[in-house]
């Protein structure tokens, strides 16, 4: 039976939680400040922590940083008074997602639903790290240069967390292998993993496509309909070509990423978004017909965006203070190095760790699904 820590310092709502949490089939312990939780997870080590954000004896970020050398575990973060500032240094410090209050029991469900043991993530990585070095795989990726063991580096630690991912890299270099490879090493990966080629939607359906829509809620509706971001629920959704959405769309999408929650078109019922967000695009996100403003924006939710400076990433497994770059490599290195090729579609790739670094690519190439 897993165990579940609430630190919490409502009663009644930490009392609401706990029974929630019973009922799913887990052990529940509550405490109502930072001393009282840290006593509990010297007494016994929890596989989930609910950690709410202000309490009476502090902030609830100093227990998450004091957690990142503590026996392993998955922190959530609750908090009613989200801001993105607030929300990222979580991640950074190695939360595993985090929620805004008031909390329903279908959040806690999707949550208790994806807990999964640290250890036996790193163990299925280990797994994937010595196939790699016997055949060359790793998960739907294939080979063995130095630069593409950077990116399988790159994908293990950014996949077991909640972070939002950007990929970038020219059209048939491999980004959807990417991204299901980030899918089936997280907690989502029992969850749906639901590709959608954004510029394949017409403008005009696009929004009733990704978010739904209710009955009559234009020309054409007759009954309600299940946008990708629902019928993604406890998954990952991939946004192929990102950049091609309407502007607008851009930025409901930046809003859904910012809150987790969404209305289909017509509606004024909000709905969960329960679903992590992976991107991709071939065009550079900085500049072109992606305003500057909103790709910095988008990476502050926790998006990564590559072929660009990021702040450095720091060594520890748990700590980041940026989110992992991945993209292809340019054209123009790839026909410099065209002999190094096998005669089959192959992806360059390089993972960017920190300002004006980058691994120079050598044979990478993309395994066929």
Not at 172 to 177: I, R, S
Request: charged share 20%; hydrophobic share 40%; net charge positive.
């Amino acid at each position: 039976m897993g165990h579940v820590l609430i630190v919490e310092d409502n009663e009644d709502a930490g009392a609401m939680m706990a029974a929630w949490i019973r009922a799913e089939g887990f052990s529940a312990a509550l405490a109502g400040s930072l001393r009282e939780a840290r006593a509990q997870m010297a007494q016994r080590t929890p596989d989930l922590v609910l950690l709410d954000l202000q309490l009476p004896d502090g902030s609830g970020l100093s227990l998450l940083r004091e957690a990142q050398g503590a026996p392993a575990c998955d922190i959530v973060l609750i908090t009613g008074h989200a801001t993105l500032d607030t929300s990222l240094e979580a991640l950074r410090l190695g939360a595993a997602d985090y929620l805004v209050k008031p909390v329903s029991p279908a959040q806690l469900r999707g949550v208790l639903s994806r807990v999964a043991r640290p250890d036996v993530l790193q163990a299925e990585i280990a797994q994937l790290d010595g196939e790699w070095q016997r055949s060359g795989r790793f998960g739907h990726l294939l080979g063995r240069s130095p630069a593409m063991q950077t990116v399988y580096r790159q994908i293990a630690r950014v996949a077991s967390t909640a972070l939002t991912v950007l990929i970038t890299g020219e059209s048939g270099t491999g980004k959807e292998l990417v991204a299901r490879t980030l899918h089936e090493l997280s907690r989502r990966r029992t969850g749906p993993f639901l590709a959608v080629n954004c510029g394949a939607i017409s403008p005009q359906l696009i929004e009733s496509e990704i978010f739904g829509h209710e009955k009559g809620s234009f020309t054409g509706a007759g009954r309600q309909h299940q946008g990708f971001f629902e019928r993604a629920g406890g998954g990952t959704l991939f946004l192929d070509e990102v950049t091609e959405m309407p502007p607008e769309l851009q930025v409901k999408l930046l809003r859904v990423l910012e809150t987790r929650s969404y209305m289909r078109v017509g509606s004024s019922e909000v709905q969960e978004a329960d679903v992590r967000v992976i991107a991709a695009t071939n065009r550079d996100p900085r500049g072109g017909p992606w305003p500057t403003a909103r790709c910095a924006r988008t990476c502050g939710t926790g998006s990564t965006c590559s072929r660009s400076t990021y702040p450095r990433c720091a060594s520890a497994a748990r700590t980041w203070s940026c989110w992992p770059g991945i993209s292809s490599m340019p054209s123009t290195g790839r026909r410099a190095n065209r002999g190094n090729f096998p005669r089959r579609p192959c992806a360059r790739w390089r993972a960017t760790a920190g300002p004006a670094t980058c691994a120079n690519c050598a044979t990478p190439s993309s395994a066929p699904m």
